[in-house]
Structure formats: C-alpha cells, structure tokens
C-alpha cells in the first residue's frame, strides 16, 4: 500500500532545499514533458538526494521507483527505451558507473539504447559517507564503453541545458554531476552543444582544462593568477566523450603547458582523455594531470577533501604555479 511520506521523514526535504542545483535535473524533465516528450524517470531509492522528487510529485504515473536496485533499474530503463519512450535514471555514481557497468554495456550501450544515465554526488562529493560511495574511477569506466557519451556539466543550469539538449539524441548519455551545491558558472538557458568545449579565458603561460564541480574554482583561481601578472586560460570540457579534440589542439597550439583538472582519479579521466589527443597529433607541449593521484579517497566532509587533494580554487592555483614553474605563493 503506498503511503505519502511523512513531510518529517528523515532530514531529505531539508537537504534538498539547500542543493538547488538538483532542482535543474527536476524542472528541465518537466519542461520536456511539456513540450510533449515521452519522458519517463526512474531512481534507486534516491529521489530526495538527486531531486527527482519534484519531478515524481508532478508526474507520478512518469515516474518508476525501483528501490536498491541500480543493475535492474539500468536494464528496465533499457526495456522501457524499446517501447519508444525516453528514460531518465538516476543513482549515486559510484553505484551506477561501477555497480552497474555490465548492464550500461551490454543493455543500453550495446543494443544502442537513448537511455539518459545519471550518476550523481559524483568524486568525493559524498565525503563521509566513505570511500565505497566515492566515484573516482567512472569517467574512465564510461568513456571506454563503445557508443556511450560522458557529459560532466559544470553546474545546475548546464545540467539543465545538457538534459533539454538530449531529447533528440541518438546515442545512450552517462551524466557525471554533482551533488546540487556547485556555484553557477552559467546563467540559465544557456546553449548546449555535445562535443563542444566552452572556452572562457585565454592563456599563453597555461590553459585549465576543467570538467564538472572543477570548473568554478578553476576559474576563480585563473583570475586569481592573472590579477598576478600571469597568461592563464580556462576551457570547460563539459563533454569528456566525444571529447572537442579542436579545442585542445587549439589551446595546446598558444599555452606552453596545459593542466586538466578533474575530480577523478588522473588514471582514465578527463586528463588521460586529453593526452590521447596530443599524443595522436605528436604535440610536445607539456600536460599535467590534476586530480586523484591514483589512491583510494580519504573520508571527511567534501569541502575538507576539495583542500586536501588541492581541487579548490586556492590548491588549484597552487598546483598551477608548480605547472608554470613557479614557487609557491607566499
């Protein structure tokens, strides 16, 4: 027998109030029903941590709740794509990119699917919660499933922009976001292209190349290092696969180094995307890898883990100015 859940229960609806980012993933499903598509969306026992709520509330016969069951939830969504429909999952990451990667590559990817997959509290977003729940290694599990695209949004309103964009897709998505608290980079209704870099400042000394929750500090900490007197350009790479090779090309072609930075380990992330790219086209320029050095995250709250492995503004510019080989800031 369903039962409407108590309006105390547990602490969800005042922690969903304070991660207005999840809200975009929400209202940009709606707008699509709206405008008459076969919307359908589905979590695993998540709806108040990824904001899809809302969306259930107002569409609740749209709206499938599979309980922990993220392998069944990923097939399901591949079964309801068969039908003509269009779904939207969601789960934490570390259990949609990692738990069910066999039925994301052989359900959805493998029988070409358009299922939207979407892995929230994504990196070490989920800080206390502890290392199980931590997902630093599914940008590289994604990008090497065949015919699977890997979209980071830097923020709520490009998540928004990024989900409208999909209606029409031909091809399965892994949506890699974050946990709802990520300062805006982007004003609402902002275009969205897949496979297009957005590039926000230009830099001879070096070039940020940033992905997801990365992309504010990296360009709070460009701007602290060009008020410096320094030449440093940011691109946000909002897609991971299929990656704007022209972009990187370009940016290696006018910065005497490039850095990525990402909340991922630097193994199979946006970075070793990155240098893929230089290496097939014999570029010389110089690339360092900002992230998760290739360890298992440690366990605190995630503003405490963003200072720790330096992917805040200030530890960002720090490991730029070792990049450009500088000293440290006094």
């Not at 969903?16 to 209202?27: F, Y």
């Not at 939830?73 to 069910?100: D, I, N, Q, R």
């Not at 599990?141 to 699977?148: E, G, K, N, S």
């Not at 991971?240 to 380990?265: F, Q, T």
Request: proline share 6%.
């Amino acid at each position: 027998m369903n039962r409407p859940l108590s309006p105390n229960s547990w602490q969800y609806r005042e922690l969903n109030a304070k991660t207005p980012g999840l809200s975009h993933l929400s209202d940009a499903l709606i707008s699509l029903v709206e405008a008459g598509e076969p919307v359908v969306a589905g979590s695993a026992d998540l709806q108040y941590s990824n904001g899809l709520n809302k969306f259930a509330a107002r569409y609740p016969d749209r709206y499938i709740q599979f309980g922990i069951s993220e392998q069944n939830m990923v097939t399901a969504a591949a079964g309801l794509a068969t039908t003509g429909l269009k779904p939207y999952v969601a789960t934490f990451a570390s259990f949609l990119g990692l738990l069910c990667c066999e039925q994301i590559r052989m359900d959805v990817a493998y029988c070409a699917q358009p299922v939207r997959l979407i892995g929230h509290h994504t990196g070490i977003s989920l800080g206390f919660y502890g290392t199980s729940h931590h997902a630093t290694e599914d940008i590289a599990t994604m990008r090497a499933i065949a015919d699977l695209t890997v979209v980071s949004p830097a923020d709520g309103p490009q998540l928004a922009a990024a989900i409208k964009a999909s209606a029409d897709y031909p091809e399965p998505i892994y949506f890699r976001i974050g946990r709802g608290r990520e300062p805006d980079v982007y004003p609402l209704d902002t275009p969205f292209t897949f496979g297009k870099a957005i590039e926000h400042l230009v830099g001879e000394e070096i070039t940020i190349i940033a992905c997801g929750m990365t992309v504010h500090p990296a360009l709070e900490a460009a701007r602290t290092l060009n008020a410096q007197g320094h030449s440093v350009g940011v691109i946000d790479m909002p897609t991971v696969k299929p990656l704007d090779r022209a972009a990187i090309l370009a940016a290696a072609g006018r910065s005497k180094v490039l850095m990525s930075v990402e909340e991922h380990n630097v193994l199979g992330g946006l970075g070793s995307a990155i240098a893929e790219v230089l290496t097939d086209e014999g570029t010389g320029v110089r690339l360092v890898r900002h992230g998760i050095h290739d360890e298992y995250s440690l366990i605190a709250p995630p503003t405490h883990l963003y200072a720790h492995y330096r992917l805040d503004a200030a530890g960002i510019a720090e490991v730029a100015r070792e990049a450009m080989g500088l000293r440290k800031a006094a």
